[in-house]
């Protein structure tokens, strides 16, 4: 039991989840080690959402409403992080969910699927009851594309990814969103829009943007929306969440 008054309470809530998830069996033992180089990177931007970040948010939620067929891409770090609010996020982008995960089992798969039907989104993509295609030039069981989602998607969000898939993705002329807390890893640098915040805050504000844009009418408005996307230079957006560390 962590003790509310504990100054890194929310921090030791985020390890209580990772823990669980693993124990649990869907979290790969690696996610472990990915979720502690996460938090060195959040710790190091102060554990809170940039300015930076927030450009991100907005572009990559004009991107997803922009796309013909948008895709959320969760993994076992995802599912155990921020579930209820991915679910939330493809209901304000109408959005389709996908499990891809780097360390494919299917007991893995198997756990995930559930959470997401025991949550009411059934139309979970990239289970292990779905003929599955094969992304070229990806020698990973990450390649396992659903044809109706990541296959076919042209906006793809992928949080929390190792280095393998983004750039592929990007080759085969997707737009990749990613969220990642390390604003120099490849996936960062390769993908179209990075968003560098925490999953836990990122997630939510971009369904809070899509939201305010849909009751503006603004979800419909191509000019506004490709303008926000035009306007985004993922290298100037890493350049300054680089700034945003601070070693003291
Ligand atoms: O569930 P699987 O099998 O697909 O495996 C998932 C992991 C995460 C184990 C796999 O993709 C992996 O090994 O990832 P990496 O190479 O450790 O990269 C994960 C990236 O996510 C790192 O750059 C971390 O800094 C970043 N990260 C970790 N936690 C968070 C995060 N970014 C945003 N929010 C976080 N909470």
Same mark, same amino acid.
């Given at each position: 039991?962590?003790p509310?008054?504990h100054p ?8 209580d989840? =990772? ?5 649990? #069996? ?9 979720h ?14 940039t ?7 907005e ?6 409403f922009?796309?013909?067929n ?5 993994n #076992? ?6 579930i209820?609010e991915i679910i939330n996020?493809?209901k304000?982008?109408?959005s ?6 780097f ?6 798969v198997? %756990? ?11 139309? %979970?993509?990239?289970t ?5 295609e ?7 069981p ?7 989602g ?9 949080p929390l990814?190792? #280095? ?5 993705l990007?080759?085969?002329?997707k737009? =990749? =969103?990613? =969220? ?28 809070k ?10 979800d419909?408005n191509?000019?506004f ?9 993922n290298?100037?957006?890493?350049k300054d969440?680089?700034?945003? %560390?601070k070693?003291?």
């Open positions: 039991m962590i509310k008054t890194r309470y929310e921090s030791l809530l985020l390890r989840k =990772i823990k669980n998830a693993f124990k649990e #069996g869907y979290l790969a033992d690696s996610g472990m080690i990915a502690g180089r996460g938090e060195t990177f959040d710790y190091l931007i102060g554990e809170k959402t300015e930076t970040a927030k450009k991100a948010c572009a990559a939620v004009a991107n997803l922009l796309a013909k948008p895709v959320l891409s969760v #076992g770090n995802t599912t155990a992080l921020a209820d996020l493809a304000a982008t109408d389709k969910i996908e499990i891809n995960l360390y494919r089992t299917e007991e893995r198997n %756990i995930i699927t559930e959470m997401f039907k025991e949550r009411g989104w059934d139309e %979970i993509l990239g292990n009851d779905e003929k599955l094969y992304i070229n030039n990806l020698n990973s990450r390649a396992t594309a659903s044809k109706d990541s296959y076919t998607s042209d906006v793809m969000l992928v990814e190792d #280095g393998d898939r983004a750039e592929v990007v080759e085969n002329g737009k =990749i =969103i990613a =969220i990642d807390l390390n604003p120099v890893s490849r996936t960062a640098k390769m993908s179209t829009i990075t968003i560098v915040d925490n999953i836990v805050r990122a997630v939510p504000l971009m369904t943007i899509a939201k305010e844009f849909k009751e503006k009418g603004l419909k191509t000019e929306l490709e303008n926000i996307s035009n306007n985004f230079s290298e100037e957006n890493l969440s680089l700034a945003a %560390i070693l003291k």
